[in-house]
């Protein structure tokens, strides 16, 4: 069985952060998003896997390599443009060859994992088997009608749903996925939809069989979502602090700290994540925050928040809240002083707060 992770798209809903970096190498508790899918798919067992690329290509291949890191072996797949889901799977044709395959997009991330699906396919054997979940607004995504417990229709972010059966960006399907994407036709989006592929399969008598999901999944388009999913991984992180803390300085809770971090005069508070050769200084690093490597921060109070490698944010003097701020950004205050700040910072930004 082969695994193949979509990593196309251009992440418009997080500009301006994604016109410089790839939206699925955004962190999540120090980690890019796409590695969660990958070690999704090496936890299943699966070890052959095509990435499927795009304008970001480069960026892709610069952070994830040839999967040695992981005793896996990757294969890159360019797309031209991004054309839908079906035509991402059409593209890796030559990759996939006729065996199954678990189909898993770059920017999802789900906590349980995908063993209990991967099993399920490998023991009841259906053409196709598709990931659900309830979501509070269907009309967002692919969304499942179920009769009897089977898969009955599906539609792609329909106006009225006829259930709040969420696709997740999980699926497995044998070889027929491909006679049903060159038998359909790209959509009002001009795409060619998954959701259209898997119907045709329903239509001819081909068996799709539903799963519902344990545990909570995150698409992490949006920056709220980023962040949630975030708060939700570092709700399980065990305390490991390597840096060097002064004795006036407090780690609170479940605090991981890389190795040559400095800690003077702060308070760290858990859950909260802290990389390699990050100085805070006089500040405070609330809950649900993750700083990644070579920062500086001094006389800040930060929380529930992402800070991109090499920023800098200093003298700020009101707390920084919900925020996700890119690579080598430099936040300093100027008075007068707001009272309260929120950021969604590119990287190599500047800003002044007057």
């Known amino acids: 069985m082969k695994g193949l992770i979509l ?89 996939l060859g006729d065996e199954s395959f678990v189909m898993y997009l770059g920017d999802n991330i789900l906590k349980s994992g995908i063993c209990s699906l991967v099993e399920e396919f490998k023991r009841q054997k259906p053409h196709s088997l598709i990931l659900l979940t309830e979501v509070p607004n269907p ?11 089977k898969v009955f229709r599906l ?74 999913a975030n708060r939700l991984i570092l709700e399980s992180v065990k305390r490991e602090i390597k840096g060097d803390v002064d004795s006036v300085s407090k780690i609170n809770g479940r605090v991981v700290m890389a190795p040559n971090v400095r800690v003077r005069n702060s308070i760290v508070r858990g859950p909260a994540v802290i990389g390699e050769n990050t100085e805070i200084i006089d500040s405070y690093i609330g809950p649900f925050t993750s700083i990644q490597s070579n920062c500086r921060i001094e006389q800040t109070e930060i929380e529930h928040s992402i800070v991109l490698s090499g920023s800098e944010i200093r003298d700020v003097g009101s707390r920084i809240d919900e925020s996700l701020i890119g690579r080598d950004v430099k936040i300093f205050k100027c008075p007068p002083k707001p009272s309260a700040y929120r950021f969604m910072v590119g990287d190599q930004s500047e800003i002044g707060i007057m």
């Open 139 to 149: 009309q967002m995504f692919g969304v499942a009608e179920l009769r009897d417990g």
């Open 155 to 228: 539609v792609e972010k329909p106006k009225n749903p006829a259930s709040n059966l969420a696709l997740v960006g999980v699926y497995m399907f044998d070889s027929h996925i491909f006679e049903a994407i060159q038998a359909i036709r790209p959509s009002w989006r001009n795409e060619l939809e998954i959701t259209d592929a898997i119907q045709y399969l329903v239509e001819h008598g081909y068996d799709v069989h539903p799963h519902l999901v344990t545990g909570w999944w995150k698409d992490t388009g949006k920056i709220e979502d980023i962040l949630e």
């Open 7 to 95: 990593s196309g798209g251009k992440g418009t809903r997080l500009r301006p952060l994604t016109f410089t970096q790839a939206k699925q190498l955004v962190p999540v508790a120090n980690k890019p998003v796409l590695f969660y899918g990958i070690e999704a798919l090496l936890e299943a067992g699966i070890k052959d896997i095509g990435v499927i690329v795009g304008d970001t290509k480069d960026e892709i291949k610069a952070a994830v390599g040839d999967g040695s890191r992981w005793g896996i072996h990757i294969t890159y797949i360019e797309q031209d443009a991004p054309l839908g889901l079906a035509h991402a799977v059409k593209t890796a044709r030559s990759f």
